[in-house]
């Protein structure tokens, strides 16, 4: 691992890939809560660009059908030097 690899202090998330297979498969968020049990709370996260586990994010992947991390979620990385 290069030097600046590990002076990364802060990594935003935007979850709009999930939203928008979300949508593309025909799901709902009110189904994702009502039938998977995926809380209010992890979608409010989401739509903050909040972090959640990894657990979560593959059972949301395997929910809307998806296993590229790619088609999930959009990661950005920052830190100081740039």
Known sequence: MKKEDKEINEVSMDYKPF????????LSQNRLK??????????QRMKR??????????????????????????LFFKNDNK
């Open 19 to 26: 939203f928008k297979n979300l949508k593309k498969n025909g």
């Open 49 to 74: 660009g909040q972090n959640m586990t990894l657990a979560t994010a593959g059972r949301l992947m395997k929910i809307i059908g998806i296993d590229d991390i790619n088609e999930f979620v959009n």
């Open 34 to 43: 009502e039938e998977y049990e995926i809380s209010s709370a992890t979608l």
